[in-house]
């Protein structure tokens, strides 16, 4: 388990016993009864159809995105996840028949309403955090929550590549807390460059707002720099010492948006899942 995963299971303690194919989630076993759970609760089915034991695409998919401990967190409070055995007899075979999966195949995963209707595209081909976390969210739609939303961003941004920009401050306390809020921002860091308190912002490109970060930016009266930040690692997050958000583990995106939230007086509980929010009660 990461280091995150191993602080959130303090919470709700994540399937560890589960064999590598299946990650960290308690999977629901049997579709009729996963479908009366469906309809109860109004959560979408999550449908993991896969080979236990598999090959290493089936062990690498359930050791990265399905041990991601944001993604097991969404797997279990936002849907019911079921897995279905494609390489057994029985029940599993005639689900696997239904759905027109083929047996002994790599990972697959379906979101379906109570009734079996597609709720989103099936994942299969692509078997990584960032497509599942991005294949979460289209099956959510609108219900899709802001931190869930922010993993999809941060982890296909951290496949596709970032790039880093660094801004002169006249307090990177404050810089951070500003820059931070900008949509795109996956990352910061405060230190010094040219003896100027300074940030250094991770930015996935493809969805930075230019806009935004230009207005950011001025409001600062900030200046962009060039050169190797020296980090000071004290200052980050300054916003955040002394609340009870300060002891939950985040990713480096989490941490820049609750950062700025808390700043600015809000509630940084949208950027957080269930499992992190319950650290903090």
């Known amino acids: 388990m990461t280091p995150m995963s191993t602080a959130l299971s303090e919470a709700t303690p994540y399937a560890t016993e589960n064999p590598a194919e299946l990650g960290l989630v308690h999977w629901r076993r049997g579709l009729r ?17 896969d080979e236990v034991p598999g090959c290493s695409t089936v062990k690498g998919f359930g050791r990265v ?12 409070t936002l849907f019911v996840p079921l897995f279905v055995s494609n390489n057994e007899e029985g029940e599993d075979r ?69 790039v880093t920009e660094t801004y002169g401050a006249w307090c990177f306390w404050q810089g951070e807390a500003t820059l931070g809020a900008v949509p795109g921002v996956v990352g910061t860091r405060t230190g010094f460059l040219g003896g100027h308190e300074a940030v250094e912002l991770v930015i996935d490109p493809s969805r930075l707002d230019r806009g935004a970060l230009r207005h950011a930016v001025d409001a600062l009266g900030a200046k962009p720099l060039q050169g190797e930040l020296r980090p000071s690692p004290d200052d980050d997050n300054h916003a955040l010492r002394g609340t009870p958000w300060s002891a939950v583990p985040m990713t480096e995106a989490q ?25 903090v009660r």
């Open 65 to 76: 995105a399905l041990s991601h401990p944001l993604l097991a967190d969404a797997a279990e």
């Open 255 to 279: 941490a820049a948006r609750v950062n700025a939230t808390v700043a600015a007086g809000g509630d940084p509980s949208p950027w957080l899942s269930p499992r992190q929010r319950a650290l």
């Open 94 to 162: 005639d689900v696997l028949l239904q759905f027109g999966e083929r047996p002994w195949d790599n990972p697959a995963v379906r979101f379906l309403s109570p009734q079996g209707r597609p709720v989103g595209s099936r994942l299969y081909g692509e078997w990584t955090a960032a497509s599942l976390a991005e294949h979460m969210v289209e099956a959510l739609g609108a219900d899709a929550p802001p931190w869930l939303v922010l993993v999809a961003q941060e982890e296909r941004a951290a496949a596709a590549g970032t």
């Open 33 to 49: 009864s996963a479908q009366a759970e469906s309809r109860t609760t109004g959560k979408p089915l999550l449908v993991l159809f």
